[in-house]
């Protein structure tokens, strides 16, 4: 039999072996001809940062078919001021803002929810003893982060409890300096505006002398009773009207793979808190005990679903001044599955 070679006496045999070894051997990159979509949102401590935490983690997003590459913004003015410049093509954050920026003639569209508001009020009780009750805070001194979407939200339950807004002493600070204001000997504020885990550390390292005066059930009975809908949502998700418009398909991977990252959170979260504490260095047992309190819960849907509890909470905000304009229907993204 004849056996047909090539120069150097190799066979046909022997080539096709080696091809097949090499195919077998040779690693193709996981994220080849993948897309990459830049994804903008608040650095850590903010919990934004959590969800990038578990999507990198377990590459959620190359499973739905896209790379998801996200931009942690130190500031909250950098991520929305450089979203509405179109230095990517979505972002995360509060639903007060997009619906400013909308008003504004930023061209976005809001498309999926995220988190649930659950901000906690914290008292020093060494400097106001006498504060048991959010209808207790008229005409404290009280330290928040006045440009945050969680002291304005907060303002309207201040409002329902019967508080005097303009009775109250509020006192500006970075999210970090009002746990700082708290704390320190000599500080002055008797109650201060806190989430995500901040409220926790604080409470947790001096339980006598701090308390949080509100639990975040009762804040969500109290939404349902005022406004008849089941969510008060806080954060979600919004893009650039011509990306949506341009990329149909590849934003509904990325909405799919948000939408898991969160799924799974919540089915697993011991372990999607450790995943959590490697990105931001805070302790598990903080983090375990934020999310057992209720003051991080996590749920996304698509903003369409989701119409009517998002616009109670934009109508309210405009009597507040928080919300310049209500939008139209153009606000909501439809069509997501």
Known sequence: MLKKTFPGNVSIGKMVWVAAIACLTIPIPATAQVPKVKVA????????????????????????????????????????NDFAAGSYPIATGGMMTYANQYARGVKLKFFATYQLFGTSVIINTERAPDIRSLKDLGGKEMAATLASENYKAMTIYLLWAGVDLKSLKTRNFAHPGVAAELRSPTGTAQAGVLWGELPTSVVMADP???????????????????????????????????????????????????????????EHTDEALKLVSEKTKNPVPVLSETVKAGRVKFLTTTAESQEKAIMELLKISAHLGFVTKLPDAGFYYRGLR
């Open 208 to 266: 006598k002398k701090f308390k949080d005066i509100v639990s975040v059930d009762e804040l969500e009975k109290l939404w349902r009773q005022k406004t008849g809908t089941e969510h008060h949502w806080l954060l979600g998700s919004a893009v650039q009207d011509d990306f949506a418009r341009s990329n149909a398909a590849l934003l509904q991977r990325v909405y799919s793979a948000m939408k898991e990252a969160v799924d799974w959170f919540n």
């Open 41 to 80: 949102t608040l650095a850590s401590p903010s919990t934004g940062a959590w969800m990038a935490a578990i999507m990198e983690a377990r590459q959620i997003d190359i499973k739905h078919g896209v790379d998801v590459e996200w931009i942690e913004q130190p500031t909250l003015p950098s991520l929305y």
